[in-house]
């Protein structure tokens, strides 16, 4: 793997969008096996699984009892055993809820302890392949001769190459031709994708309808699951009072985490996650904010001792297409 200069956060960036950037730790994973996986998990999570084939990745929410959400999850599926990748820090609470909701179901429910790393940009098949890893199609799956996992997952909103590969520790991709890619790069790409990290944008308060792009993740036609009631509900009244967005500040000022959105004389949200974009030329942030701030709006970012002026928009932020 090949290593950015110290604090080259530009490099690291421009790995991520016009080569193959390589970012550890930022998913967490839970194996499902067992005869009965498919039935537990269509009770459980809010995507279909009936007619998911082997080799298949989709996406679902884990909800609670109320229908807010516990974890925003990337579905693998295979012949009697699933693994869900979850944000970084969700891990025991999946965990702890697949247990609790397992009742005389023919399923084991386990962590995965090994590292998972990403590699992300145009060039992520050929650092994959190099590894001496089947390259995946989009939205596939399979283990490797050496038991690891090889998932090409892409993103939520963007047309971005994105592959996981669950147990190969860092030595393993060094030298692949990857650049590591610390925290900073990371988020910013993340936030021009508009892909929310729970944990961050995604707390035990949100909605499903509040995270958005729903399509691929949600179910409106099986039977029930967990937390279901809630997500009728609101699919039937057409709207939430939330809604996540993005923000491009107009000044070079990059707004703290937590701060608010403004707009008139009222706080309309707080910003969940910030960054640095060079594509825009501008800092960027998600937000969650009232219904009534609107795409194109102006916004102003407040915090003790400082401010900014935005721009609410619709996510992504960027659609990638330049690196196609």
């Avoid at 693994?83 to 005389?104: E, F, H, P, S, T």
Wanted: hydrophobic fraction near 45%; glycine fraction near 10%; aromatic fraction near 4%.
């Amino acid at each position: 793997m090949t290593v950015a200069p110290a604090d080259d956060v530009t490099g690291e960036y421009l790995a991520l969008r016009t080569g193959a950037g390589v970012v550890a730790d930022r998913f967490e994973a839970v194996w499902i096996r067992g005869a009965d996986t498919t039935p537990f998990l269509q009770a459980t999570l809010t995507q279909d699984m009936s007619g998911l084939a082997a080799g298949e990745i989709t996406r679902a929410f884990l909800l609670t009892s109320k229908g807010k959400v516990r974890a925003l999850l990337w579905v693998l599926v295979g012949a009697n055993e699933v693994i869900l990748l979850c944000d970084k820090g969700r891990q025991a609470d999946v965990l702890r809820a697949l247990v609790l909701l397992n009742v005389n179901m023919d399923v084991t429910i386990d962590a995965v302890l090994g590292p998972v790393i990403e590699v992300i940009g145009p060039t992520a098949a050929t650092v994959v392949g190099s590894l001496g890893y089947d390259v995946q199609a989009p939205h596939r799956w399979a283990f490797s001769e050496a038991g690891h996992c090889v998932a090409a997952i892409g993103h939520i909103r963007v047309d971005l190459p994105r592959f996981v590969l669950i147990g190969p520790s860092s030595d393993v991709v060094r030298n692949s031709g990857g650049v590591f890619v610390g925290d900073l790069a990371a988020d910013a790409v993340r936030i021009e994708a508009g892909e929310p990290q729970a944990g961050r944008d995604v707390d035990d308060a949100t909605l499903v309808h509040e995270v958005g792009a729903l399509d691929g993740a949600v179910s409106f036609t099986k039977g029930c699951y967990l937390g279901q009631e809630m997500v009728e509900r609101i699919d039937a009244r057409g709207r939430v009072n939330r809604r996540i967005v993005g923000v491009v500040v107009g000044t070079n000022v990059i707004p703290p985490h937590g701060c608010e959105v403004v707009q008139g004389s009222a706080v309309r949200g707080r910003v969940t996650s910030t960054a640095e974009s060079l594509y825009l030329r501008a800092p960027i942030v998600l937000a969650m904010v009232r219904r009534e701030v609107v795409d194109g709006s102006a916004v102003t970012l407040t915090w003790d001792g400082g401010s900014a002026p935005g721009t609410v928009h619709e996510l992504p932020l960027d659609t990638f297409a330049s690196i196609s």
